[in-house]
């Protein structure tokens, strides 16, 4: 199968601190990446798109530089939340996914951040 | 603007009780349509990929199934263990590459 993991599964933090979420795919080299963020009851929203060894995609709307993202191997990258506040709290979720945008995307667990 | 809704919102069954959930779009260049479960406090988990209208895939108790602006999850006879949300998500051109656009999901719950 196609595993990724994610790291950690929760954090909690105070306002203004930094966060850094990790993101692995375990048993296949990960083109490009995704970060995606999901409020209570709503759908997944795209942050950010990362392909190895270039600069991450963001969304419309998302501050690319509070939304830190590396994605310096084929098989990991990681989303850093600088500065975070309370409306940052929610759950991160990224996706990986071989060569072809043919390809599935293959989901991590996920990462409940709540900042205080 | 690319849309998904999926309906209904939220669905009860009783165990073995068949149904559909529907998930209708309005894109500008389907590239495909993917069919996910998230369980509560997880991530999303691969079910099924659709790219052409006519094309149906199977999975167990689950079948997917698309035509040129819907899609249609069946579920026959559900277990409580089918208990989940359903995410569709269209895959649709942006720029030069592409993304995923997810509905809110349907929230099933299969009572025994």
């Known amino acids: 199968g196609a595993v990724v993991s994610q790291h950690p599964s929760w954090v909690i933090c105070k306002s203004g601190t930094s966060v850094k979420i990790e993101c692995r795919s375990l048993?296949?080299?990960?083109?490009?990446m995704f970060w995606y963020r999901q409020f209570p009851k709503q759908s997944l929203m795209l942050m950010a798109t990362?392909?190895?060894?270039?600069?991450?995609?963001?969304e419309q709307g998302v501050e690319k530089d509070k939304f830190l993202i590396n994605h310096a191997s084929l098989t990991l990258s990681t989303l850093t939340v600088t500065s975070a506040h309370p409306e940052d709290s929610s759950f991160y979720i990224c996706?990986?996914?071989?060569?072809?945008?043919?390809?599935?995307?293959?989901f991590g667990p996920g990462t409940r951040l709540l900042v205080l | 603007e690319d849309q998904v809704t999926q309906s209904p919102e939220a669905l009860r069954l009783q165990e073995g009780e068949s149904s559909s959930l529907n998930c209708s779009y309005t894109?500008?260049?389907?590239?495909?349509l993917f069919w996910y479960r998230q369980d509560p406090g997880k991530g999303p988990e691969f079910l099924f990929t659709?790219?052409?209208a006519g094309e149906e895939k199977e999975k167990e108790r689950l079948k997917a199934t698309l035509t040129k602006k819907e899609s249609f999850l069946h579920i026959t006879a559900p277990k409580p263990e089918d208990s989940a949300t359903y995410l569709c998500?269209?895959?649709?051109?942006?720029?030069?590459?592409?993304?995923?656009?997810f509905g809110k999901g349907t929230k099933l719950t299969v009572n025994p």
């Open positions: 996706s990986a996914r071989r060569g072809s945008p043919k390809e599935t995307q293959y």
């Open positions: 048993d296949f080299q990960a083109t490009t």
């Open positions: 990362s392909n190895e060894g270039s600069k991450a995609t963001y």
């Open positions: 894109v500008s260049g389907l590239r495909g």
């Open positions: 659709l790219y052409s």
């Open positions: 998500a269209v895959q649709v051109a942006q720029g030069g590459s592409e993304k995923l656009v």
